[in-house]
């Protein structure tokens, strides 16, 4: 199976702040990835899909680069409505593996 | 709009059977593939099983193969997990979640339903 690793577990950020989240590969997936958001008690939404486009009604500080092994989660400036948990999940194998997410809180 | 909602959960003794629910509305529920996912208190997500929108394909995870079983009646717009053999580490919130046509993004989520092994 495909390893999915997120990297950091947890971020303490502040509103406006520029925010990377990394995501790896333990073999290339091409650009089968996609970015997810979850909050507290609720069904994860979709972000980012195929590693760089953005999902129809999410904002525009969100952005997805990256293929091959490694990935990234960009929000360019965070907002309150931000703060969550963000999962990478490849969709390269039939098995999609999540990556272990990332924590985003107030600093 | 899409609309998924699972039942079925609840509280199931080790080694018991549970089968969940999830029905899809808002959508041609028979082109669509179809996941369940699943969430461990207070931990990340994780992949159960994949459904191909006519039912002949399934996948599973290691962790569930031989022992959840994914399956779909498209008459009845319904996905369904049977799980059998169940074990304390199968508590978890289930979510189905739909596959999006073109591109094999996972785009669409219910609400999930809890279930809880224990004695």
Known sequence: DIQMTQ?????SASVGDRV????RASQS???????YQQKSGK????LI???????????????GSGSGTEFTLTISSLQPDDFATYYCQQYSSYSRTFGQGTKVDIK | QVQLVESGGGVVQPGRSLRLSCAAS????????????????GKGLEWVAFISYDGDKKYYADSVKGRLTISRDNSKNTLYLQMNSLRAEDTAVYYCARERIVGATVDSW???TLVTVSS
């Open chain 1, 43 to 46: 069904a994860p939404k979709l």
């Open chain 1, 29 to 35: 997936i091409s650009s089968w990835l996609a970015w």
């Open chain 1, 49 to 63: 899909y195929k590693a760089s486009n953005l999902e129809s009604g999410v904002p525009s500080r969100f952005s």
């Open chain 1, 7 to 11: 990297s950091p577990s947890t971020l």
């Open chain 2, 110 to 112: 219910g609400q999930g």
């Open chain 1, 20 to 23: 990377t989240i990394t995501c």
């Open chain 2, 26 to 41: 808002g959508f041609t529920f028979s082109s669509y593939a179809m996941h369940w996912v699943r969430q461990a208190p």
